[in-house]
């Protein structure tokens, strides 16, 4: 891989009322709004050879994905390491509930009701990330959510940072990435909350 092109998902059901899901089995489909979004990431990315476009296992990035690449005959590939956290008893509330939480516990804690603790989504994410740059395509489109796009906009560094814009292309150079990934990593061997 020589550049990812990584874009959060158009609007959703839940994102346009800052609601959680990081459940695959719930519903969750994008928004007229977020469907709009997704055909101008589309005119946005017009210019750029796509050689191969990664998705997480939910269905707002994969009908995300479709919309941009409309008319286009691009390869696709789940990749369920980039998903969005399991939240537990957190599942289809307040964002901000969830955050409250995750700001109170440490990042090995998982959250209540069989959710994910903030080390092991690192760790996802650092494996997701490391799973594209050891692709052969040259340019990959990576359509997921928006805690991995601004982990990687802070350098590799996990906290809590302002919600990725949806259905927003940004340009990563297979080093910048690589950067990114390996910093989530170094993280992990010395987590710093």
Sequence with gaps: MELAILARHGESAFSARAMVNGDVAVACP??????????????????????????????RTRQTADLALAGRDVPRLVVPELDDPRYGDFEGGPLPDYRAWAHSVGSGEPAPGGGESRRDIVGRYAQGFEAILGRPEDTVLVVVHSLPI?????????????IVEHATAYRFSAGELGAAAGQLESWLAAPTW
């Design 30 to 59: 994008l928004t007229a709004t977020g469907e709009e979004e997704a055909r101008r990431l589309g005119e946005a990315i017009a210019g750029d050879p796509i050689d191969l476009c990664v998705t997480s296992e939910f269905e």
């Design 150 to 162: 601004a982990y990687v906009l802070a350098g590799g560094v996990p906290r809590v940072a302002p």
